[in-house]
């Protein structure tokens, strides 16, 4: 089974719609990320929580909440979903480990959400 | 603000050829760089990690060298084959605000034909 899971991995909506991405992982760890990506941009940090009860902004939070129900669970909503929200979704998931100097992230299958 | 660039955007080489990506970083101030790899429909997979106070590191045919007072990383893929055909990306972490925090670079889409 994976380590991090992404449900659902794709999601057609419309405009105004309220919508709920999930992520969920096995793997203990204690942080957890959501991206977007869209071509030709890389991926970019939606918001990121470091324990359960840590919730930060990431750089482009607006039009977007999350919610950590657990150390494993970490959810993406979106209020009012809109056409440019039309993108690859991420989860990921890391542990600080020595220092922060050799810690990478682990990423889920994505969810492919697309916005009429 | 830290920008990550990768050049090029896309590569097209036959089964064989020795390849080279490159990576360039604003902010010399970081704790690690990462190449990860991405497949259609799947998340991304780390490949190498080399932290702030390193050159270069290994794994089977990749090698990834870091520069941190240039701001430039090269991954260096050896003997390319059709399954190395994926989105390749490269990501710094920082310390400061910014710790635990990857900002991505816009990847180079490879592909390796036989």
């Known amino acids: 089974d994976a380590d991090v899971t992404q449900t659902p991995r794709n999601r057609i909506t419309k405009t105004g719609k309220r919508i709920m991405l999930e992520c969920s992982q096995t793997k203990g760890h204690d942080r957890m990320y959501w991206y977007r990506q869209d071509p030709g941009l890389g991926l970019r940090l939606i918001y990121y929580?470091?324990?359960?009860?840590?919730?930060n902004k990431g750089e482009i939070s607006d039009g977007y909440s999350v919610s950590r129900q657990a150390q494993a669970k970490f959810s993406l909503s979106l209020e009012s979903a809109i056409p440019n929200q039309t993108a690859l979704y991420f989860c990921?998931?890391?542990?600080?480990?020595?220092?922060?100097?050799?810690?990478?992230?682990?990423f889920g299958p994505g969810t492919r959400l697309l916005v009429l | 603000k830290q920008e990550v660039t990768q050049i090029p955007a896309a590569l097209s080489v036959p089964e064989g050829e020795n390849l080279v990506l490159n990576c360039s970083f604003t902010?010399?101030?970081?704790?690690?760089l990462q190449w990860f790899r991405q497949d259609p429909g799947k998340g991304l997979t780390s490949l190498l990690l080399i932290q702030s106070s390193q050159r270069e590191q290994t794994s089977g045919r990749l090698n990834a060298s870091l520069d941190k007072s240039s701001g430039r990383s090269t991954l260096y893929i050896a003997a390319s084959q059709p399954g190395d055909s994926a989105t390749y990306l490269c990501a710094v972490s920082a310390g400061g605000t910014s710790y635990g925090k990857l900002t991505f670079g816009q990847g180079t889409i490879l592909t390796v034909h036989p």
């Open positions: 990921a998931t890391s542990a600080p480990g020595q220092g922060g100097w050799k810690e990478t992230q682990y």
């Open positions: 929580s470091f324990d359960v009860k840590d919730i």
């Open positions: 902010d010399s101030a970081i704790y690690n």
